[in-house]
């Protein structure tokens, strides 16, 4: 039976390709393995209750502003949910309160199968740790519907400092405690929880500065107002050719495949779980299983789609679907993960 796990490994692992094969043919070809495993473990038929489903419009609350990578997600699979189902599928923003207005208003919803709240793997899993008043809870008030795509995390220093590899950065830190300084895009994002949990695991500590996104927290690297950035790669690839800025390591779980050359902080033994973002589709509550997993199914069709993957590669995604289950049993590890940095390195928000 293939399981998160097996699809994972499709679309980060470096499989083998056919000689010329380009980064995003090798997308392609994993989103469809990908989706092909989802299949396997999908039922041959659904209840009655969900084979009547959709009659009508279906929503996708997007808790922030258009724009980013969330809102790009929802405009790429949006409408090709509406070809396939012949409901139009409402891209809705519902910006503030640290997502918590547009979560909110989905946790309200009826659990009928016709909103839905696509967000991040912070606003699911680090929030809930960061934040006191939270006027839902993730784990009583949302039904885990499908992972959609992840994007990757990298360790990148400005390429006018010395550091040449993570042993140059962790003998900085520990000769000046506090003093090394990092951007991220934002207080409690993962860019956050992964920096902090590998100057724990190392024993050392640096300075954070948050930037209201990841676009400034990498120009932040590459003109030099911060040594290092815990940053999102897409962000860093004109950078990276323009060689104002270079990555030390991943805070993936795999090697890139765009450099295999770049350590991952698992194997370095800096990190204990995969520091990529993702973007997650999620339902209120006592929304009934056999629609649930309808929707999971369609969205594991759409996100192997050639067209889809290359889209989502623009924004930095890559498409990982995934049976339900295994998405709830990600959503309660990395949830309980993330709340012992939160802890220990005493996170706190702003």
């Known amino acids: 039976m293939f399981g998160f796990r097996a699809v994972a490994e499709i679309a980060n ?26 299949g396997a473990v999908l039922p041959l038929a659904m209840p009655a209750a969900a084979q009547g489903w959709p009659t009508k419009p279906i929503r996708f609350v997007v808790p922030y502003t258009p724009g980013g990578i969330i809102d790009a997600a929802a405009r790429v699979i949006g409408p090709k949910l509406t070809e396939a189902w012949g409901q139009q599928v409402i891209i809705e923003n519902k910006p503030g309160g640290n997502a918590f207005i ?5 946790v309200k919803s009826p659990p009928d199968g016709y909103t839905y709240v696509m967000a991040t793997l912070g606003d699911f899993t680090v ?6 008043d939270i006027p839902y809870s993730v784990e009583r008030d949302l039904t885990p519907v499908s992972m959609l795509t992840s994007i990757p995390t990298v360790l990148a220093v400005h390429a006018g400092t010395p550091y ?14 506090g003093k090394l300084s990092y951007s991220t895009p934002g207080n ?6 992964a920096m902090e949990a590998m100057a724990l695991i190392t024993g050392t500590k640096f300075q954070h ?19 290092l950035g815990m940053l999102g790669f897409t962000a860093t690839i004109p950078f990276l050719k323009s060689e104002k800025i270079r990555v030390l390591a991943t805070a993936t779980s795999k090697r890139l495949e765009y450099n295999p050359q770049w350590p991952t902080l698992q194997e370095l033994g800096m990190l204990k779980f995969d520091g990529s973002n993702w973007v997650a589709l999620m339902a209120p509550a006592k929304t009934p299983p056999e629609i649930v997993e309808k929707m999971n199914a369609e969205l594991a069709k759409v996100l192997a789609m050639p067209d889809v993957v290359q889209r989502l590669a623009g924004t930095g995604g890559t498409p990982i679907p995934g049976p339900v289950a295994e998405f709830q049993a990600r959503l309660k590890a990395e949830t309980a993960a993330f709340k012992d940095v939160v802890e220990k390195a005493n996170i706190q928000p702003q």
């Open 13 to 38: 692992n470096n499989a083998d390709s056919s000689p010329g094969e380009n980064f995003v043919s090798r997308l392609k070809r994993k989103a469809t393995i990908a989706a092909l495993a989802v």
């Open 102 to 106: 547009g979560t909110q208003f989905v």
């Open 127 to 132: 929030n809930p740790s960061m934040f006191k």
């Open 164 to 177: 040449m590899s993570m042993a140059d950065v962790i003998a900085d830190a520990k000769k000046q405690p």
């Open 188 to 193: 409690g994002a993962i860019n956050h929880i």
């Open 209 to 227: 500065i948050p930037y209201k996104g990841g676009a400034p927290a990498t120009t932040a690297v590459a003109a030099g107002d911060v040594p």
